[in-house]
C-alpha cells in the first residue's frame, strides 16, 4: 500500500548543487524510517543516507559525508535529499526506501521502494 515517488533528479554540473524528493502516501509518515540509495551501471545498489521515523538519528555513507543532507517534512509527507558540491561518481539512479516502525534502521531492511530518479553529473 504504501507509495514512494521520487522526483527532482536532472543533469547538473560538478561543483553544483541538487535537492530530491519522495513522496510518500499510503501510511503514517512518521513511523517510517526512510533512506535513499543510488546505483550506476555494473555496480550494485549502494547506501547514501538514513532518516530516524522522528527525524532524530541520521546516517551517511562516507562517500557523501559533508556534502548530502537528508531531511523530511512530515506536513508534506515527503522525504528529501540535499546534494551540495556534486561530483561526477555521484552520477546514479536514485532511489527513496521505507520501513515500517520508524526506529532507526541505517542501510538495513526496508521494505517499501520507489521508482527511481536519474542524477547526471557532467560539465
Known amino acids: 500500500q504504501v507509495q514512494l515517488v521520487e522526483t527532482g533528479g536532472e543533469l547538473v554540473q560538478p561543483g553544483g548543487s541538487l535537492r530530491l524528493s519522495c513522496a510518500f502516501s499510503?501510511?503514517?509518515?512518521?513511523?517510517?524510517?526512510m533512506a535513499w540509495f543510488r546505483q550506476t551501471p555494473g555496480k550494485e545498489r549502494e547506501f547514501v543516507a538514513a532518516i530516524s521515523g522522528g527525524a532524530i538519528n541520521t546516517g551517511y555513507a562516507d562517500s557523501v559525508k559533508g556534502r548530502f543532507t537528508i531531511s523530511r517534512n512530515y506536513g508534506k509527507n515527503t522525504l528529501y535529499l540535499q546534494m551540495n558540491s556534486l561530483k561526477p561518481d555521484d552520477t546514479a539512479v536514485y532511489y527513496c526506501?521505507?520501513?515500517?516502525?520508524?526506529?532507526?534502521?541505517?542501510?538495513?531492511?526496508?521494505?517499501?521502494w520507489g521508482q527511481g530518479t536519474q542524477v547526471t553529473v557532467s560539465s
Open positions: 526506501a521505507a520501513a515500517g516502525g520508524g526506529y532507526y534502521r541505517g542501510n538495513q531492511n526496508y521494505d517499501y
Open positions: 499510503g501510511g503514517a509518515f512518521g513511523n517510517y524510517a
